[in-house]
């Protein structure tokens, strides 16, 4: 017999039952910690907080700067040579 099981990537975890009778109470003890949602005993979603979301958007926004980076540099042919003093 095979088992589902599921990884849960936080230290923390809560029912979504438990977290909608006192949210507030729920957020303070984790302590910016990240939480992770369980519906049936399954993650159904993680709560991070404000500090780490913008943390992510930023890691993701330089992901996408050095893949720019990285394919403008393999399309070397198309550069431009320019002399700095004929600026």
Known sequence: ???????????LSTSI???????????AE????T???LNH???SAYIVSAKTY???LEA?????????AETRLKD???AIRVNLEDL
């Open 41 to 43: 005993n399954k993650p």
């Open 30 to 33: 984790a302590n910016g910690e």
């Open 54 to 56: 913008e943390m992510m």
């Open 1 to 11: 017999m095979v088992m589902n099981m599921e990884h849960v990537h936080a230290k």
């Open 76 to 78: 070397k042919d198309k």
């Open 17 to 27: 039952s438990e977290f909608k009778k006192n949210p507030s109470a729920i957020l």
């Open 35 to 37: 939480i992770a949602l």
């Open 60 to 68: 993701i926004e330089n992901l996408e700067l050095l893949e720019l």
